[in-house]
């Protein structure tokens, strides 16, 4: 069965600093893969999602990006955090449509 | 612009008090209509996938269905442990791999 992870599971960063959140998929190959962002409160906001190695789509512009180094490996990235950055981010993966998630990052940006 | 509304926002119920959930859609050629419950914290618990209108899924005391402009959450008899967000999602039109996630709606099942 495929399982899915990310850490950290929380984290609080001063404004400024650089982030780096990871995510990796087991019992699968060639996924898709997804970062969204959940404000308090709101909706999943898509921020970046991949269909191969190296390939990475943007969805939103902002400070974060995001890479793809290995077929289940899934990374964001920013140099500079934003208070706004603050957030719930969640990866996930899917091989059609249907989409399957991590447990998610607290992000506090202070 | 593709859209998805769910409704009511929030909903409290009563134990074993049934109500439905909605979530309508404005896509062109619907791939299927994706329902998720999300704990507090966590992410997103896939449920079911539809994909025709007549279409019907069964889990414990969920039950989803589908029209050509919207889809229900019927939750029959529900206990506490249903407390969550539910979340409806589609692909949006002419564009593969993506979903566009309605902004959920907030259950609470009381004793």
């Known amino acids: 069965s495929q399982t899915i992870h990310q850490w950290p599971a929380t984290l609080v960063q001063p404004v400024g600093s650089p982030l780096s959140l990871e995510c990796t998929v087991e019992g699968t190959s060639n996924p898709n893969l997804y970062w969204y962002r959940q404000a308090a409160g709101r909706g999943l906001q898509l921020l970046f999602y991949s269909v191969g190695i190296g390939q990475i789509s943007s969805e939103v512009p902002q400070n974060l990006s995001a890479s793809r180094p290995q077929d289940r490996q899934f990374i964001l990235s920013s140099k500079k955090l934003l208070l706004s950055d603050s957030g719930f981010y969640l990866c996930?993966?899917?091989?059609?449509?249907?989409?399957?998630f991590g447990p998610g990052t607290r992000l506090t940006v202070t | 612009e593709d859209q998805v509304t769910q409704s009511p926002e929030a909903l409290r119920l009563q134990e074993g008090e049934s109500s439905s959930l909605n979530c309508s859609y404005t896509v062109s050629g619907l791939r299927g209509l994706f329902w998720y419950r999300q704990d507090p914290g966590k992410g997103p618990e896939f449920l079911f996938t539809l994909y025709s209108a007549g279409e019907e899924k069964e889990k414990e005391r969920l039950k989803a269905t589908l029209t050509k402009k919207e889809s229900f959450l019927h939750i029959t008899a529900p206990k506490p442990e249903d407390s969550a967000t539910y979340l409806c999602?589609?692909?949006?039109?002419?564009?593969?791999?993506?979903?566009?996630f309605g902004t959920g709606t907030r259950l609470q099942v009381t004793l």
């Open positions: 996930a993966w899917g091989a059609t449509y249907e989409q399957y």
């Open positions: 999602a589609v692909p949006p039109t002419g564009t593969a791999s993506k979903l566009t």
